[in-house]
């Protein structure tokens, strides 16, 4: 038999699986960071490549400047120092991530529905000379946990190898160039008027969204491979030991 859809592909660098998604979350985190939504969906490159983009073109344009001083009140200084020539660019290419990473969500659900009523199949080759990856259970506060101490360590936990490198590439950047853990130590140094001197506006507005998408992301994928190993268990069990004639009770 020709397998048409598959739910799930397992490697030894990641595991990439269908599920069903809210399209408006898929939606909201497209707009919090350009390629966050992509990537929930599995479209790691994709959403990889729009990341680069945001921190490009945001920082070409200044925008995350701008937005800090009009959140304090400097309008005149915001005006100043955005620049306008990569504005326009900057907004198609959000609105269009946002429009979408929407539609595909809605489309990947039917897709799910599809292979779900198809038999569910998985691809899996799970092993190489350099990795190993299998399904097991994971208890998701753990992912929670150790992504919120330094964010690519629950995907370290999840074994995906594509979040790690680019998830801890991105966040080492963006930590770097906005002084994050200097200012963490002057603030419990209660040095804050240093704080404000090294702070840099521009990379810091990235913290929140990235920060709270790489906790977010682990601890979603691991409810969601933790499913993905019960099906896969349940449907082994009933080929290999439920006899064909059983009744299932209800």
């Keep these: 038999m020709t397998i048409r859809r598959y739910a799930a592909f397992i490697n030894p660098i990641t595991t990439n699986i269908f599920h069903l998604r809210n399209p408006w979350i898929i939606a909201w985190w497209s707009a919090a960071f ?71 969500a809605v489309e990947y659900n039917k897709y799910y529905v599809l292979s779900c009523r198809e038999g569910y199949h998985i691809a899996m080759r799970n092993m190489s000379s350099l990795e190993v990856n299998v399904l097991e259970k994971r208890k998701p506060f753990w992912a929670l946990f150790w992504s919120s101490l330094t964010p690519g360590l629950g995907h370290i936990y999840l074994n995906r190898l594509p979040s790690i490198i680019f998830g801890l590439i991105l966040w080492i950047y963006v930590a770097y160039h906005s002084h994050l853990y200097q200012c963490i130590f002057y603030t419990a140094s209660g040095r804050f008027s240093d704080v404000h001197q090294i702070a840099n506006p521009q990379h810091f507005l990235y913290i929140p969204s990235l920060f709270v998408f790489i906790i977010y992301d682990s601890y979603i994928n691991t409810v969601v491979y933790n499913k993905l190993m019960d099906k896969e268990q349940g449907k082994y069990l009933k080929k290999e030991y439920q006899h064909p004639r059983f009744k299932m009770p209800f």
């Design 34 to 104: 350009p390629g966050f939504g992509y990537y929930l969906l599995g479209k790691y490159l994709t959403g990889f490549i729009l990341m680069l983009w945001e921190v490009l073109i945001n920082n070409y344009s200044h925008l995350n400047e701008a937005i800090f001083y009009s959140m304090i009140g400097k309008f005149d200084t915001a005006k100043l120092v955005i620049s306008e020539d990569g504005l326009w660019l900057y907004i198609t290419v959000y609105v269009f991530n946002i429009w979408d990473s929407y539609r595909r």
